[in-house]
């Protein structure tokens, strides 16, 4: 009675999941792992799968296999070399060989799967392989890198190399060089194209060589020596000829809706970028307000390139100058930053930014004065005006006009 109850605990504690020892102690995965019945694979319905009768299961085609529904179970091994199969085949055509890389008679290259599809052949297909051309590498800090002045392509059936002094026709032109590079190399990249790099520059008072190898996946090396490839890029250029900085200062024009703007300033390299922040859009026409918000004048803001947010804005900006005043005002040499009212004994014409004293015996009455209003005083204190015998006034109040 003990020895009846052990083995139904151990049964208990048995695991029950859809894996079971197949015949010859492989494990195999069940077809019906929902507790379906196995009659379908019985009866030769179930594709890809067999019925076992020793285990009494309805099992997946095991690997190197294949099963077509009829309950056999069928031994890749017998359509030489296509051996493989995956769980679960169920025909001939998913018999398989791997296609491995072998040699070649061609210089720099191995023969081998055209694509990663291609590692693979199917009954009753050949392995379909290409040219593959050598791609070296070389260790830097502990990484191999792609050393592209090492490596080959392939070009009607040959390993041609991905590097060369001579100029490509411009057809197999990708990126070309730009203006003051002098040596130069033509490195081929993964589009067919091949892109120039200079190794020198022409001018190193006008040039500075970036080195775009610099934590790059790929480098040059010959004769165990790095090449430095990169381009030659001015150390300054003019801002106005930057699309980026015309395109940032007419955006700034649009958002304050004035007239006209001027990109200024250079742009320094520093560590192969330009640093733009020097770079400026001015306008002369920025409206000037008075208290009572009416405009009474124009001026000259400066702004400067906010590197930052790629932008000018208001933050960046100072103001320059009074570039003009409307008619009866002008700038004041105690306050030269706004349009003020013409002061008594002054006018100022539309468009002027001088406060220009009345004719010579004439005054203005300090309110806002263009050159009409600028008359004879009249009363004791007004106008004096003297001969040989005297000095007297004219009577009475308030200013003649328009003499």
């Not at 720099?108 to 791609?135: I, V």
């Not at 996946?217 to 490839?229: A, M, P, R």
């Not at 960046?316 to 030269?336: D, P, Q």
């Not at 010579?360 to 009249?378: M, Q, V």
Request: glycine residues 8%.
């Amino acid at each position: 009675m003990r020895k009846q109850i052990a083995i139904f605990i151990i049964c208990l504690l048995l695991p029950l999941n859809t894996t079971h020892a197949a015949p010859g102690g492989n494990s195999a995965v069940l077809c019906y792992d929902d507790g379906s019945p196995n009659d379908q694979c019985q009866v030769g319905n179930a594709v890809g799968c067999y019925y076992d009768t020793q285990m009494h299961a309805c099992y997946k085609c095991p690997p190197g296999s294949y099963c077509t529904g009829d309950n056999l179970k069928r031994q890749c091994a017998d359509v030489l070399p296509y051996t493989l199969s995956d769980i679960g085949a169920n025909s001939i055509n998913q018999c398989y060989m791997l296609c491995e890389t072998s040699e070649s008679e061609v210089p720099h290259g191995t023969l081998g799967p055209c694509t990663p599809d291609d590692e693979r052949a199917y009954y009753p297909a050949d392995c379909n392989k290409c040219l593959l051309c050598e791609t070296n590498t070389v260790n830097i800090d502990g990484r191999n890198v792609t050393n592209l002045c090492d490596s080959y392509f392939e070009n009607n059936g040959s390993c041609q190399p991905r590097w060369t002094t001579t100029r490509p026709a411009s057809d197999d032109i990708g990126t070309d060089c730009t203006d003051g590079a002098d040596i130069k190399y033509y490195i081929r990249n993964d589009a067919g194209k091949f892109d120039c790099y200079a190794n020198t520059c022409e001018n190193y008072d006008e040039y500075e060589l970036v080195n775009l190898m610099n934590n790059s996946d790929f480098v040059c090396s010959i004769n165990s020596q790095f090449i430095s490839l990169g381009k030659c890029i001015k150390k300054e250029i003019n801002c106005n000829d930057t699309t980026e900085i015309q395109n940032a200062c007419t955006a700034w024009q649009n958002s304050f809706h004035v007239d006209s703007v001027q990109v200024g300033g250079t742009a320094q390299l520093q560590n192969g970028q330009y640093d733009y922040s020097t770079c400026t859009c001015t306008t002369d026409n920025y409206p000037i307000y008075s208290a009572t918000e009416d405009e009474i004048g124009q001026q000259r803001i400066q702004c400067n390139y906010d590197v930052d947010n790629s932008t000018f804005n208001n933050q960046t900006c100072r103001h320059v100058s009074v570039t003009s005043c409307n008619e009866k005002y002008c700038v004041l040499e105690t306050n030269n930053t706004t349009c003020t009212p013409t002061p008594a004994g002054y006018f100022s014409a539309d468009g002027d930014t001088s406060c220009d004293k009345c004719p010579a015996g004439t005054t203005s009455s300090g309110a806002n004065a263009s050159i009409n209003e600028c008359g004879i005083k009249l009363g004791d204190n007004g106008t004096k005006f003297c001969d040989s015998v005297g000095c007297f006034n004219l009577p009475g109040s308030g200013i003649i006009n328009s003499l």
